[in-house]
């Protein structure tokens, strides 16, 4: 079978080295050609995905002529008035539409709003009167996650009509190891990866409510969460933190939002959850103020290094990351501030964890691995703002060093 993969990134990469692997033929078709030059030198343009297989990138969308499947990976992002972005999924099916072959299964794996298929896909691909398959498998993909991945991840998959959702099931039940689930039409499909997404959504923002009113209270939120999650049942541990970043958790909740709202329902408690998370940053800062308060700093008496950019461990992607706007609050106050992540260093001002380190005060901003070890670097270290709740809080305490963790 000759498949395409429309989109090379976090998702679109590793189906197409999946498909590789499973002996498909393949094309690779992205807009941005450095990351396609990389990808013909059998460079990874994604530090955590490793080119295990030989993948021909391009932006020309004619090669998809002869594709039996083609599958959409584009990002599916939100604009500044948190409303859906469907640009860069509207002008890949244009472009899919002019070139794609009679009968092929066209897939989407992108998250979006339920009735997006039918609504926004299918009427650009009837204009042009050539016979097409549509279904809807969402990606599950969990970014730098060392036991998840493409291959043996369950999916769900929704199908424009019992054919289109035969042939996408026997199509993700030959290249993955896990349960495929049909669902009675393409929007349930869209609803299951949203209702997914916006469940962990409001789950983090419980426990950052929690964490606020722990602060009050003068209770450790990390000891109650492990307490909580001793009930062997009905009970799913999230953690409080400086806010919720990337491009899944942070955005898909809005496409509910907005899809919803045009129905007639305003989804009040999903807004909330999205405000709660998204003052975790500033709240930070706060609590950065307060520490100062606490050893009689000023803002502008100490020298400060924020530590992580990435929008969660161990990986290098920044979208929507809490630092940054941590960093932009930051500004707001002055702050004589640095900034430095080993998974971005071209964004550091700084090289290395030592010289990150030589300051007054530092705000953990993402628990990489790196940072949760730095017990013989901080002597000299005189407030510590755990954004990330990684840190021996007590250990620090020993130290002489203030130490204010978010709900702890
Ligand atoms: N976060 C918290 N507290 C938590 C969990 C996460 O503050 O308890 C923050 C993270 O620091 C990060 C943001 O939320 O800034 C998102 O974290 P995430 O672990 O949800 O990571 P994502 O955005 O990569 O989410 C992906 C999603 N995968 C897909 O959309 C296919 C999500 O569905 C997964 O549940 C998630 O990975 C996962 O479980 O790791």
Redo the contacts with the bound molecule.
Sequence with gaps: MKTAVIGLGYVGLPLALLLRKKGFDVIGIDTNLKKNELINQGISPIKDIKLTEKITATDDFEKINDADIIVVCVPTPIKENNKPDFNPLISSIGSISIHFRENALIVIES?VSPGACEEIVKPILDKKNKKYFLAHCP?????G?KKFNVENISRVVGGLDKESLEKAYSFYSSIINAEITKLSSIKAAEATKIM??TF?DVN?AF?NEMAKSFDKLGIDILEVIKGASTKPFAFLP????C???????FCDPYYLIDKAESEGFNHRFLKLAREINNSMPEYTVNKLLQGLKEINKDIKDVKISVLGLA??ANIDDIRES?SLKIIEELKKINANFIVYDPYLLEKSDVKDLDEALKRDVIIIATNHSEFLNIYDKIKNIKLIIDGRNCLDKEKIRSMNINYKGIGR
């Design positions: 998250t990606e599950r993909i969990d970014p996650n997914e997404n962990r983090i426990v999230h953690y409080p933190g806010g919720v970043g990337g491009h899944c958790i929008y969660k809490p």
